[in-house]
T-cell receptor, first 111, second 115 residues
Framework: KAGVTQTPRYLIKTRGQQVTLSCSPI?????VSWYQQTPGQGLQFLFE???????NKGNFPGRFSGRQFSNSRSEMNVSTLELGDSALYLC??????????FGPGTRLTVT | QKEVEQNSGPLSVPEGAIASLNCTYS??????FFWYRQYSGKSPELIMS????GDKEDGRFTAQLNKASQYVSLLIRDSQPSDSATYLC???????????????FGQGTTLQVKP
């Protein structure tokens, strides 16, 4: 089975811009969770989608949003980018909602 | 108190030794426990999951869970230089409404295995 894929892998944006990241889960997995990883804060949960519905959301501002499509692919969007949004954004997919498998991540740099 | 705590390390062990990584968690509602390995510049890779008290073995890895003490550990036997990485402990809290799909991670322990 193919693993979780994320596009793009690297991204450089300017403050104030917006960005959309994409995640394709492992075939058959219906749950997609998004995480932000930074050296200072570690891995932090953003939100989780299951069958196109957001089931849980972390403590991030409303500038961070996401959605899931009927084929389970998911996107997250960050509007009005800030320097502090520079991070590795990871998505993870799950079949049983227990074990989560991570994609390679998108490295976002905000200048 | 952090929800999931790990010693940041580095934990340095000689090749062939047993590496012991520890993790404590604060929420007694925690139901599922995971260990991920993350190499520098890579994404986390799931290496062990454990759901009930006791030991679970998979090859050179053994996960141990003690819910009464809110403690989970990972033992790596016959450590190899290729095991050098950051090991992340993660906890999944199951609410009455079901699985939240949210993992809470510790800060990770850096393991160095010296030849």
């Amino acid at each position: 089975k193919a693993g979780v894929t994320q596009t793009p892998r690297y991204l450089i944006k300017t403050r104030g811009q917006q960005v959309t990241l994409s995640c394709s889960p492992i075939s058959g997995h219906r749950s997609v969770s998004w995480y932000q990883q930074t050296p200072g804060q570690g891995l932090q949960f953003l939100f989780e989608y299951f069958s196109e519905t957001q089931r849980n959301k972390g403590n991030f501002p409303g500038r961070f949003s996401g959605r899931q499509f009927s084929n389970s692919r998911s996107e997250m969007n960050v509007s009005t980018l800030e320097l502090g949004d520079s991070a590795l954004y990871l998505c993870a997919s799950s079949y049983s909602n227990y074990e989560q498998y991570f994609g390679p991540g998108t490295r976002l740099t905000v200048t | 108190q952090k929800e999931v705590e790990q010693n940041s390390g580095p934990l340095s062990v000689p090749e062939g030794a047993i590496a012991s990584l520890n993790c404590t968690y604060s929420d007694r509602g925690s139901q599922s426990f995971f260990w991920y390995r993350q190499y520098s510049g890579k994404s986390p890779e799931l290496i062990m999951s454990i759901y009930s008290n006791g030991d679970k073995e998979d090859g050179r890895f053994t996960a141990q869970l003690n819910k009464a003490s809110q403690y989970v550990s990972l033992l790596i036997r016959d450590s190899q230089p290729s095991d050098s990485a950051t090991y992340l402990c993660a906890v999944n809290i199951i609410k009455s409404s079901g699985n939240t799909g949210k993992l809470i991670f510790g800060q990770g322990t850096t393991l160095q295995v010296k030849p």
